[in-house]
Structures are given as structure tokens and as C-alpha cells.
């Protein structure tokens, strides 16, 4: 599992190279931008039961069959089983941009996932589904962009400093991303 600074370590190592310049440059950003991106991390982790249970509410209003008799959230235990699942891939996707590396996600959440789901009889489309919803809903909290209308209800501000949080949120994007490569 390598973060932003260990990943520079282990690619100048491979070079035999010393830490250039441009990779101190983008560390010092890193290091410049650090507490936008612990906002960020908390805004994705500070809403999770709301980002999952709503990802996973929106993936079955437009597939029903999924509750139903045959279907892989059903029963109960199935539901449960796959709302954990929503939960921990939104937690590693959360490890890796606090990190700024994909590395832990990849090798604790995402190895072998697809296998095991065909194994399982999880249908690897609509969990995609329900991650690009996680990512939407993900990517909206990061640059404060949740509004009452898409609230309702359980709408909740969070306090943020004003600035630019949309690199911070791309970032993100492209860990939901790669969730979804994975089982492609
Ligand atoms: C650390 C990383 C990690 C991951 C990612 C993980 C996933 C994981 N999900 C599982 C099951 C499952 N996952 C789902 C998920 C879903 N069903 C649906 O219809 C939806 C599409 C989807 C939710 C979005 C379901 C229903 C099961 C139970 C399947 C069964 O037992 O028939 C299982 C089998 C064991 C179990 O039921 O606990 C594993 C290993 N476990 C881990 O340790």
C-alpha cells in the first residue's frame, strides 16, 4: 500500500534516480493542499450511510426485480450484504484519496472482487450503477454542490471554507472509476 510520498519513493527507486524536481513540485502541492484534502475525505465520510443507502435505493428503483424473489437483494440478508458492500467500497475509495494513491484500494478491496461477485451470482452491473451513483453523490459533497433539491428532506449543509475543491473531486471521480474498470 504506497500513499502520495511512497509512491514517489518506489517509482525514483525503480530509476536509480534521486527525488526530481517535479515530483517534489507535486508533493509540495500535496503537502500546500493537504487540508482541502482531508475536507474532502470527510465530506465523502461524514455522509456515507446517506451517499450508500441512497446509491443503493437509486440502483433498485430502476431495477426491482432485485428485491424480488431471485433477485440479489433478496432477502434480507442479501440487502444487508450488499449495503456493506456499497459501504466498503465508498471506505477504501475514502482510504485512497486521503492517501492520494489507488494502491489500497486496488489491493484490498478490488483484487479479485469481480471474480468472487461472478462466483457469488452478484450482478456486476448494477453494483457499477450503484458506485456511479456513490460518485455522483461523492463528487457533489466534495465541492459542496449538495443542494436542497437533491436532499430533500435529509438535506444537510456541511460548514466549508470557501475555495476550489473540483481537482479534489476529480481525484475522486477517478477512484469511482477505477471501482468500476475493475468490474467491467
Ligand atoms: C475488503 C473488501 C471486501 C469486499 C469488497 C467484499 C465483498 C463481498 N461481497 C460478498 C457478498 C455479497 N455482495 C452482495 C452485493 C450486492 N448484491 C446486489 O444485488 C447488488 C448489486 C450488490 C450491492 C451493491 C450480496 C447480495 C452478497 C451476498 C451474496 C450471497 O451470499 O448470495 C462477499 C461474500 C461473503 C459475504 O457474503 O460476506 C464478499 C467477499 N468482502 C470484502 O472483504
Do not use: W
Not at 23 to 32: C, D, N, P, R, Y
Not at 92 to 107: E, K, N, P, Q, R
Not at 164 to 173: Q, V
Amino acid at each position: 500500500m504506497l500513499d502520495a510520498f511512497s509512491r514517489a519513493v518506489v517509482s525514483s527507486d525503480t530509476k536509480t534516480s534521486p527525488i526530481g524536481g517535479g515530483e517534489l513540485a507535486s508533493l509540495k502541492q500535496f503537502v500546500a493542499e493537504g487540508n482541502k484534502r482531508l475536507d474532502a475525505v470527510n465530506a465523502i465520510v461524514s455522509n456515507a450511510s446517506c451517499i450508500v443507502s441512497d446509491a443503493v435505493s437509486g440502483m433498485i428503483c430502476e431495477n426491482t426485480g432485485l428485491v424480488q424473489a431471485g433477485g440479489n437483494c433478496y432477502p434480507t440478508r442479501r440487502m444487508a450484504a450488499c449495503l456493506r458492500d456499497g459501504e466498503i467500497v465508498l471506505r477504501y475509495v475514502a482510504y485512497a484519496l486521503l492517501a492520494g494513491d489507488a494502491s489500497v484500494l486496488d489491493d484490498r478491496c478490488l483484487n479479485g472482487l469481480k471474480e468472487t461477485y461472478i462466483a457469488l451470482g452478484v450482478p456486476t452491473q448494477s453494483t457499477v450503477r450503484a458506485v456511479q451513483i456513490m460518485k455522483a453523490s461523492s463528487t457533489a459533497h466534495i465541492t459542496n454542490g449538495n443542494s436542497e433539491g437533491r436532499g430533500g428532506s435529509r438535506f444537510r449543509k456541511m460548514e466549508t471554507a470557501q475555495g476550489d475543491c473540483s481537482a479534489l473531486a476529480g481525484e475522486a471521480a477517478g477512484y469511482f472509476d477505477r471501482v468500476v474498470a475493475a468490474l467491467s
